[in-house]
């Protein structure tokens, strides 16, 4: 019963939230006095429907929307491999850790530039510096969780001698689950603005080259409005696909 009316309560308070936010948007705006320098919410209507009718908005949102995808799947993959290879075999971690170390260290905006100029300013260097910059903090979360796998139902998978692709499905994966919801949740969050960040330096579409047009332009109107569209559309993914999933995850720990 008390768990109910949590919930409950849970479900108001996140629009209340965001209505205190765009309260001290107004208000912030109101004293500001000055549209050119920070328009209120009521003022992006207009230009988002104009963007919207335009098709332009779609467009661009459509761009960004397909490179954080790729860059999350290869990403999540690549890291959830390399985390667990790392947590289950000590030698391998000893070798990879420092490579990881560097990599957890090295700037985003390092990489981004290193693979503009090794591959070219394309689309697979956009996805490739992205990925590059997610791998090693999913990496990281997943070694985490290899390292706290229950030895004890490792060892009763092998004596009933599950053959290695069933211990890995019902043994292995369900213990890491919530480690790789809580990656793949961190890792949309910095997927997607180092998305923006490679589109604003070297791409010819998306949020981030539209946000550096009208930087350009100094139209704060505009930035605003297609930072808040993407960050709308994020927000949509996290409520509606993360949050629910990495609940769903978690329940056999509350059992």
Request: glycine share 6%.
């Amino acid at each position: 019963m008390t768990g109910t009316r949590f919930r409950n309560k849970g479900q108001f308070t996140t629009p209340l939230s965001i209505a205190a936010l765009g309260l001290v948007w107004m208000i912030a705006a109101a004293l500001t006095a000055d549209p050119q320098i920070l328009p209120g919410p009521f003022q992006l209507i207009a230009p988002m429907r104009q963007e919207l009718a335009s098709g332009e908005l779609l467009y661009h949102l459509g761009s960004t929307l397909r490179r954080v995808f790729w860059a999350f799947v290869l990403a999540m993959t690549f890291g959830l491999i390399l985390g667990l290879v790392m947590g289950r075999f000590p030698r391998v971690d000893r070798w990879l850790d420092p490579w990881l170390v560097i990599f957890l260290n090295l700037p985003a905006l390092v990489l981004i530039v290193l693979c503009y100029l090794w591959i070219g300013l394309t689309e697979t260097a956009a996805i490739l510096a992205v990925t590059l910059n997610k791998i090693p903090n999913v990496a990281t979360v997943v070694r985490e969780g290899a390292r706290a796998l229950d030895p004890e139902l490792d060892a009763m998978a092998r004596v009933y001698r599950l053959p290695a692709w069933v211990r890995l499905r019902h043994v292995v994966l369900p213990q890491l689950a919530p480690f790789v919801a809580a990656a793949a949740r961190s890792g949309v969050a910095v997927i997607w603005k180092i998305v923006l960040v490679v589109e604003f330096l070297g791409r010819s579409s998306g949020v981030g080259f539209q946000i550096h047009l009208y930087f350009q332009l100094f139209d704060v109107t505009m930035v605003l409005v297609y930072a808040l569209s993407f960050i709308g559309v994020m927000l949509l993914v996290e409520w509606v696909l993360l949050q629910p999933w990495e609940r769903r995850v978690r329940r056999w720990r509350n059992a």
